[in-house]
């Protein structure tokens, strides 16, 4: 990544940052519950956490959960949660190609909004860095914007065109089977979730408020098995050692 992407998140994460828990977060937390059956007890680190709000949560089920970020800023965020939720955490600040902690030393290793910042190859150098810190039959698990869901590409191609977009250089993923098998994991499964998540997006459109809500109204009216051909905003691969 670039020192300019860096500064982006920099600059981000040194504003006010939010920690109300929103319905992304929960679609999220309740993946990683699922793809780690239990998480009380387990050993968790989140590579590149942003504002470690999920990892938060992840805690107070009982969690030992380390946090892993290459902006400082961003971690002051997160101690200053932790610290106010009365939490127990593990926070190093380095680049995650190269964390600081011993192999084979955690259950599960996940991140999300992180991979589609990078080239192919700095991706697979991420993901056996993630691998590599993971237990023998471990997990890693990733979450990226997925580049089938259509509200999210318009709402991110409208904003990069008015100048508006503030993420940066960001690449929606297909898939991840060609990193994660250079990376030498497994990959067990590709899904995806939150389509109604993906809607936010629209809101740097003009005046789609309404649209936005009918559209919220007609998804939810839907049954499972309709809602399922329409792509949520994250692709969800998980990989096994």
């Not at 497994?186 to 936010?200: I, M, Q």
């Not at 998804?219 to 990989?239: I, K, M, N």
């Amino acid at each position: 990544m670039t020192d300019q992407q860096k500064d982006v998140w920099d600059r981000l994460w040194s504003g006010g940052v939010s920690y109300a828990w929103d319905p992304l977060s929960d679609a999220l937390l309740k993946s990683i519950q699922t793809v780690a059956e239990n998480v009380k007890g387990k050993k968790l680190l989140e590579a590149g956490s942003g504002t470690g709000k999920i990892s938060l949560h992840l805690a107070r089920l009982g969690a030992d959960v380390t946090l892993v970020d290459y902006s400082e800023n961003a971690l002051v965020n997160s101690r200053g949660a932790f610290l106010q939720a009365g939490c127990e955490a593990n926070f190093h600040l380095a680049d995650i190609r190269q964390i600081p902690v011993p192999d084979n030393e955690y259950d599960l290793t996940w991140n999300a909004g992180v991979l589609e910042h990078f080239t192919f190859e700095e991706k697979v150098s991420i993901l056996k860095e993630m691998a590599r810190i993971t237990k023998p039959e471990g997990t890693v698990l990733v979450y990226t914007p997925y580049a089938k869901c259509l509200p999210y590409q318009i709402g991110k191609a409208y904003a990069e065109k008015q100048g508006t977009w503030m993420y940066g250089v960001e690449e929606p993923v297909l898939s991840l089977k060609k990193e994660f098998k250079k990376s030498k994991i497994t990959l067990v499964k590709e899904t995806h979730l939150g389509f109604l998540n993906s809607l936010d997006f629209l809101d740097f459109l003009p005046g789609s408020g309404a649209m936005k809500q009918w559209m919220h109204n007609w998804y939810e009216g839907l049954s499972a098995e309709e809602q399922s051909h329409f792509p949520g905003y994250l692709l969800v691969s998980v990989g096994r050692l």
